[in-house]
């Protein structure tokens, strides 16, 4: 998959800590594509690319639909 992600808040974020589930290998997201500030919100936007595993059914291959879903969580260090 190849995508754009992006952040929309106050204060601080680590992005460090945001976990792709499905992805095949861990990923981190670096530097991001473009960052700024308005109000004191702040945005933050990253291009993700990796390879991500689901289970489609291909009952109706090859005149289906699929749609792959990237499962995200974030971690919370302060709560471990």
Known sequence: ADFYIWFRYQGDIDVSAIDFLNSVTPIKLGDPVSSSTDNGINYKLYRVRSQFHTTFNLQNYPFDR??????????RPDLY
Do not use: D
């Open 66 to 75: 699929q749609q792959l879903a990237i499962l995200t969580t974030g971690r």
